[in-house]
T-cell receptor, first 115, second 111 residues
Framework: DTGVSQDPRHKITKRGQNVTFRCDPISEHNRLYWYRQTLGQGPEFLTY????????KSRLLSDRFSAERPKGSFSTLEIQRTEQGDSAMYLC?????????????FGAGTRLSVL | QKEVEQDPGPLSVPEGAIVSLNCTYSNSAFQYFMWYRQYSRKGPELLMYTYSSGNKEDGRFTAQVDKSSKYISLFIRDSQPSDSATYLC???????????FGTGTRLQVFP
């Protein structure tokens, strides 16, 4: 497997439930990013990690959202008390060393539907 | 005003046409410019990456960056129906890792 892997591909949940998504980056990449994409819009940055350190968070990332990358490998994004406005595609991307840090490769995404 | 502006389309062209896709931006600090292709319900796929100004060619694709005009373009030669997708421009500047995307232009190439 040489690409970014995301699981699940699609999640349907009821409002108020908690959901967790997983991202496995390209194995040699030390940077990992989360974006959110709604219909008809480009992806919007949520947060990113360099190894296990979370270095930047968007103001879009409310206190109901939390992301972790405990051992600098895979990452999880949790949304607590989901709201209908959280329905979107959640995309994970990874990139390599400093010289290529802006070349980000995306996974297929997790589509969240909040009923 | 958004930092990156992109016409959402749709842009409909016949097979074999030359396609021109464009983005404008407002932040003069942007130095890295990318084009992604996204098929319906899939993740974005990196097509082209350019640092600073100039042209870059890869097969049927040519990316151009004009920093003086804050304008970037992607040209697709000999367009194919399989090129039908949404094309996203993205950019970033040196001291941040996050990408700022346009809204995407939906392209339809009909046989």
């Amino acid at each position: 497997d040489t690409g970014v892997s995301q699981d699940p591909r699609h999640k349907i949940t009821k409002r108020g439930q908690n959901v967790t998504f997983r991202c496995d980056p390209i194995s040699e990449h030390n940077r990992l990013y989360w974006y959110r994409q709604t219909l008809g819009q480009g992806p919007e940055f949520l947060t990113y990690f360099q190894n296990e350190a979370q270095l930047e968070k968007s103001r879009l990332l409310s206190d109901r959202f939390s992301a972790e990358r405990p051992k600098g490998s895979f990452s999880t994004l949790e949304i607590q008390r989901t709201e209908q406005g959280d329905s979107a595609m959640y995309l994970c991307a990874s990139s390599g060393s400093a010289g290529a840090k802006n070349i980000q490769y995306f996974g297929a995404g997790t589509r969240l539907s909040v009923l | 005003q958004k930092e990156v502006e992109q016409d959402p389309g749709p842009l409909s062209v016949p097979e074999g046409a030359i396609v021109s896709l464009n983005c404008t931006y407002s932040n003069s600090a942007f130095q890295y410019f990318m084009w992604y292709r996204q098929y319906s319900r899939k993740g974005p796929e990196l097509l082209m990456y350019t640092y600073s100004s100039g042209n870059k060619e890869d097969g049927r694709f040519t990316a151009q960056v004009d920093k003086s005009s804050k304008y970037i373009s992607l040209f697709i030669r000999d367009s194919q129906p399989s090129d039908s997708a949404t094309y996203l421009c993205a950019m970033s500047h040196f001291d941040t890792d996050k990408l700022i995307f346009g809204t995407g232009t939906r392209l339809q190439v009909f046989p």
